[in-house]
């Protein structure tokens, strides 16, 4: 699994995690070493290139990461990210208008290299207490945090509703699908049963916001009653009472 839980106050990401296309866009790159080496690990002191959009601010600590797989949304094709695995974490020792920002490698887990991303990463989660939902909201799950091909609870999805439409952490999403939950032999690539707006919907499980984006946020998986899938729709109702 890529989450480890820390008993009831919450869980942590691994190695595994997800930053979406416009932090990834605006990332530091590693782009040099104070020391003469190729390669780097704890304790040495490397330089970060950063863009106009992102400035970088002493005392912070960001996470170095590579690129795994581009995650694309599976309605639409849009590129919407990428699934990382995280290398180390730096803190920024100095910053100079227009030169390098400087930073000291707290930690690694493998060597770090020229070319590497960095940025800030949440990787630790506390458990979120429910809060009221005060507006309708529909959406899809477009990705999880784990390698498995199935969803099941206490795993991490990502969803394509964020800020933008009103979400916060605490909010609860119904799982749902619409449709026959045989497959269509004659249509093998068409996913069974997950959209089709002739039946009704039935809810397969719930999901709680744990961690909001602009457009994508993060969601843990608390109950499943069917296997679930990247595809699923997710859809939050507002509470009347």
């Known amino acids: 699994s890529s989450t480890a839980p820390l008993s009831r106050r919450g869980f942590k990401l691994r190695k595994l995690a997800f930053v979406d296309a416009k932090e990834l ?65 730096v803190e920024i020792k100095s910053v100079k208008r227009d030169r390098r ?42 990705g999880k945090i784990d390698k498995g091909e199935l969803i099941g609870a206490r795993q991490l999805v990502l969803i394509d509703l964020g800020r933008k439409a009103g ?3 605490g909010n609860r999403l119904f799982i749902i699908r619409r449709g026959d939950a045989y497959p269509d032999l004659t249509d093998p690539g068409r996913s069974v049963g997950q959209d089709d707006k002739r039946f009704p919907a039935r809810a397969l499980g719930e999901v709680v916001i744990v961690d909001v984006g602009e457009s994508i946020s993060l969601a843990l998986v608390t109950l499943v009653v069917r296997e679930v899938g990247v595809g699923d729709m997710v859809l939050m109702r507002k509470d009347t009472k």
Not at 64 to 86: C, L, Q, S
Not at 109 to 133: A, C, L, M, T, Y
């Open 25 to 89: 866009k605006d990332a530091m790159i590693v782009d040099g070493a104070v020391q003469d080496k190729l390669m780097m690990s704890l304790g040495d002191e490397i330089y970060l290139r950063y863009g106009a959009n992102y400035k970088p601010k002493v005392g912070n600590r960001y996470s170095i990461y590579e690129e795994v797989d581009k995650v694309v949304h599976p309605r639409t094709g849009k590129n919407i990210g990428a699934y990382v695995r995280i290398r180390g974490e």
């Open 101 to 142: 920002a400087r930073a000291v490698i707290l930690r690694s887990s493998k060597p770090i290299e020229r070319g590497q991303k960095v940025g800030p990463i949440k990787k630790v989660f506390k458990n979120v207490e429910p809060v009221r939902n005060e507006r309708n909201a529909q959406g899809y799950i477009v």
């Open 167 to 169: 979400i916060k952490e």
